[in-house]
């Protein structure tokens, strides 16, 4: 009876992997998006595929603030 109610939780397991992960609050300025993003990145253990998951999509997110910040900057001046 154990084993069937494990494998219903474990069913919807998994459906929300294509969705974006948001690692900060929107409203944050984007200099400290990067600061925080790049501090967890230094703390985060690498011990699972997962783990490594997490870093990839945050390195991506600091390429994709780094690009807002240039983009702003070029608006400003």
Do not use: H, W, Y
């Amino acid at each position: 009876n154990n084993l069937i109610d494990e494998e219903v939780d474990t069913e919807g397991e998994g459906k929300d992997d294509d969705e974006e992960v948001e690692f900060v609050n929107p409203t944050m300025p984007l200099a400290e998006v990067r600061k925080v993003l790049k501090q967890t990145i230094e703390i985060l253990p690498l011990n699972t595929e997962t783990d490594f998951e997490i870093k990839r999509a945050m390195v991506k997110q600091i390429r994709e603030t780094d690009s807002e910040i240039i983009r702003t900057a070029c608006r400003i001046q």
